[in-house]
């Protein structure tokens, strides 16, 4: 089974195993992560799922779709590796991924 892994805020590092076909958000959850709070239950309209991915990342996830970048806008601090867990879905390819979990979501 592929996984990621998931720095919380705590800067304690998780590993969590994924089906491919998950959100990142699905896949954090159902693991028990802190610090995502998902605030609108991964419909795009709250920004409070904001992670960074690693700027080593091998860029096999699609580009954020025009809402996902506007809701970014609202994110705490977002960086150039900022995306919505709820908008990256996982597929094989994406085994090793690391992110970090924003410190603040709002
Ligand atoms: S859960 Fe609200 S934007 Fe992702």
Redesign the pocket.
């Known amino acids: 089974m592929p996984q990621l892994t998931c720095i919380d805020p705590n800067e304690h590092a998780i590993d969590v195993v994924f089906q491919p076909g998950e959100t990142i ?1 699905q896949a954090t959850h159902r693991a028990g992560v802190d610090g995502i709070l ?12 904001h992670v960074m991915l690693t700027s080593d990342w091998d860029g096999t996830l699609s580009a954020p779709s025009s809402s996902e970048a506007d ?1 970014l806008s609202f994110a705490v601090d977002p960086t150039p590796q900022s995306r ?4 990256v879905q996982l597929n094989e390819q994406h085994d090793g991924l690391t992110l970090t979990i924003a410190k603040r979501q709002y």
């Open positions: 958000l998902a605030e609108c239950g991964g419909g795009c309209s709250c920004a409070t799922c809701m919505l867990a709820c908008q």
